[in-house]
């Protein structure tokens, strides 16, 4: 059966002489793996459309559940991201996250939308990059189903006073009140970085700014949040922090 799906290339990786499988996160949401025939030979049509990171428009062929790529049209490239060692390492951590957080069978059209925002905000917008990957990591622990609540300190009922974020409850707490696990303090400016990028609209999702220290504090607290519910390493992030 011949299918035609727009989608974004996660990984790539070698096999046989001169193929590829790929992972590819469709624009209906779902993960397909496809194998990329004879793409690593000089002169093959496909290859630059099969790269990493390349937004691409796929014909996929599929035989008794294996599928093929037969054609494949490069739309986005995002050649910037190929040329800066910096955002390509960020490039990577993001699709390493959006292919650990979709899934074959379920669609979810938000998933690629965001992955295309981010790659096209670091590549093209001179947004700080941290600010890209904080937003990016808050809203994919989301869809993740990992989505802090950001209401009354849950000890106390109120609004919390001094509030603290717990990496381990993504909850905020009054600095007095007793805490579950690693807290991290909060000021306003934080809170409301942090309700722009779970609540607001995808397509804003950059569009926010905040003072040096406040980039802080939101880079610590998402990538921690994260790490903290995904229960796992990224090599690709390691790659980052050893280049920042
Ligand atoms: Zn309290």
């Known amino acids: 059966m011949h ?32 194998a990329a025939r004879g793409v690593r030979r000089k002169n093959s049509k496909l290859s630059a459309a099969v790269q990493s990171l390349a937004f691409s428009e796929f014909s996929f062929y599929e035989n008794g559940g294996r599928v093929t790529v037969n054609e494949a049209e490069p739309i986005e490239l995002f050649f910037e991201l190929r040329s800066d060692l910096v ?19 379920v669609e979810n059209p938000e998933l690629i939308r965001l992955g295309l925002n981010s790659f096209y905000a670091l590549a093209k917008l001179q947004k700080d ?39 381990e409850t993504g909850t905020l707490y009054c600095a007095t009140c007793p ?21 607001g609209d995808l397509k804003k999702l950059f569009s926010f700014r905040m003072e ?30 050893g280049l920042v």
């Open 129 to 167: 990059p941290r600010i890209i990957k904080a937003a990016f990591e808050m809203r994919i622990a989301r869809y993740a189903g990992y989505a802090p609540v950001l209401d009354l300190c849950p000890v106390c009922g109120n609004t919390a006073r001094h509030p603290v974020f717990s990496l």
């Open 179 to 199: 805490k579950v696990g690693k807290t991290i303090p909060v000021d306003e400016g934080v809170i409301a970085a942090l309700r722009h990028i779970l609540y």
């Open 87 to 105: 955002k390509f390492a960020l490039a990577s951590y993001f699709a390493e996250l959006l292919e650990v957080t979709a899934d074959a069978e």
């Open 3 to 34: 299918e035609t799906k727009r989608g974004l290339v996660l990984r790539e990786v070698a096999y046989r002489e001169a193929d590829m499988m790929l992972t590819v996160l469709t624009e209906s949401g779902g993960k397909v793996s496809a």
């Open 212 to 241: 040096e220290s406040g980039i802080q504090t939101l880079a610590t607290l998402t990538e921690g949040y994260l790490l903290e519910h995904f229960e796992r390493s990224f090599k690709t992030l390691s790659f980052y922090h």
